[in-house]
């Protein structure tokens, strides 16, 4: 049974810094990539990041320079460290997971995290 868990979601101020942490927990043999999408009010989910096993990493243009996606192969679990943060990065933060659990290869979506962007 492979759950994601998110945390670090809260309210920043413009300019400011937030670390958002999803955990994968189960049975997991291998992950293909994990990464971040969001979905903003009267928006559509959008990709933020993602990174491969092997560390590659892909970013929206909206965030390029501003935040960045790693992730540690020993604990399972994706980070996002926003920096610079801008009140259109007010959002609800999903966790995604491409991942071979036992004999099968899923997808998996996190609860998704709040961050809200405001003076």
């Known amino acids: 049974q492979v759950q994601l868990v998110e945390s670090g979601g809260g309210l920043v101020q413009p300019g400011g810094s937030l670390r958002l942490s999803c955990a994968a927990s189960?049975?997991?043999?291998?992950?293909?990539?994990m990464g971040w999408y969001r979905q903003g009010p009267g928006k559509e989910r959008e990709l933020v990041a993602f990174?491969?096993?092997?560390?590659?990493?892909t970013y929206a243009d909206s965030v390029k320079g501003r935040f960045t996606i790693s992730m540690d192969n020993v604990k399972n679990t994706v980070y996002l460290q926003m920096t610079i943060v801008k009140p259109e990065d007010t959002a609800v933060y999903y966790c995604?997971?491409?991942?071979?659990?036992?004999?099968?290869?899923?997808?998996?979506w996190g609860q998704g995290t709040q961050v809200t962007v405001s003076s």
């Open positions: 995604n997971a491409y991942l071979k659990a036992r004999d099968v290869w899923s997808n998996y």
């Open positions: 189960g049975s997991i043999f291998s992950i293909n990539h």
């Open positions: 990174i491969t096993g092997a560390g590659s990493t």
